[in-house]
């Protein structure tokens, strides 16, 4: 299994910017999926993840109302929408799978099997 990111860039304070995340392997609908992110001297921390089946979301409180997770079980791809950037949440942003047959804590980067490489999301004020 690997996961591979796009989307990132600068963008202004305010605007929105769309990240992917596309995930080889026939068993994509079986993984529970997250986004972390983590900025210069700053520990990884929770964004947001969406679960296999039911598609429940679960979100950092930090971007809660301007980021949306959803999925695409026929594309393999996750994609995190994020509006009303802030230059806080300026960082490198990593895409995570969870392989078991159950996430216990979505909320843990430590339930993440498989990370991608990240992708670099930088917010000017």
């Known amino acids: 299994v690997q996961l591979v990111e796009s989307g990132g860039g600068l963008v202004q304070a305010g605007g929105y910017l769309r990240l992917s995340c596309t995930v080889s392997g026939r068993s994509f609908s079986t993984y529970g999926m997250g986004w972390f992110r983590q900025a210069p001297r700053k520990e990884r921390e929770f964004v947001a993840a969406i679960s296999r089946r039911r598609g429940s979301t679960y979100y950092g409180d930090s971007v809660k109302g301007r980021f949306t997770i959803s999925r695409d079980n026929a594309k393999n791809i996750v994609t995190l929408e994020m509006t009303s950037l802030k230059p806080e949440d300026t960082a490198v942003y990593y895409c995570?799978?969870?392989?078991?047959?159950?996430?216990?804590?979505?909320?843990?980067?430590?339930?993440?099997?498989?990370w991608g490489q990240g992708t670099e999301v930088t917010v000017s004020s």
């Open positions: 995570a799978a969870d392989l078991e047959m159950y996430t216990s804590n979505y909320y843990s980067r430590d339930e993440y099997d498989i």
